[in-house]
């Protein structure tokens, strides 16, 4: 089936789509059985090429444009959505939150791992305690804003 559309010039991928959507369609919607001379070869047949046809008027109304790759980086526009600003709102004012609602001393060990990229070992000595404690604030820092922050 799918050959027939190849030779009428479909792409391999597209004529296999087409062909297993006309399979499709026949059995999920036979023709009525007060058809008379049916014969389900032909009407796959049919439902392929009436499927073929329609996919060509289709692309004869859609217009390409070939872009090599820097044509295609170009054309794309950088800057995020409407809608990922808002949210992106959303989740900073959620954080500013949840680290408002954490103890000082784990809010601190958090700010200090995360935004003054300090090593575990430095927290720790620091604010004097050992590096396990360290680890711990700053893990439940996490904790805390996972369960209190949407993901994007």
Not at 7 to 34: H, M
Not at 119 to 136: D, K, N, P
Request: charged share 25%; net charge neutral; with cysteine.
């Amino acid at each position: 089936m799918s050959r027939s559309l190849q030779r009428k010039g479909v792409n391999v991928e597209t004529a296999a789509d087409l062909t297993q959507d006309a399979f499709l369609r026949v059995i999920t919607r036979p023709p009525r059985e007060s058809a008379q001379n049916y014969n389900p070869g032909a009407y796959l047949y049919r439902t392929v090429q009436n499927l073929g046809i329609n996919h060509s008027l289709r692309e004869a109304l859609v217009q390409t444009v070939s872009l090599d790759d820097a044509e295609a980086a170009n054309a794309l526009d950088p800057s995020p959505s409407p809608e990922r600003i808002v949210h992106s709102r959303q989740c900073l004012s959620q954080t500013h939150k949840a680290l408002s609602e954490l103890p000082e001393r784990t809010r601190q060990a958090f700010e200090m791992h995360r935004l003054g990229e300090r090593t575990i070992a430095e927290i720790a000595e620091e604010l004097g305690i050992s590096s396990t404690r360290a680890w711990s604030l700053i893990r439940d820092a996490y904790r805390h804003l996972v369960l209190h922050v949407d993901p994007f």
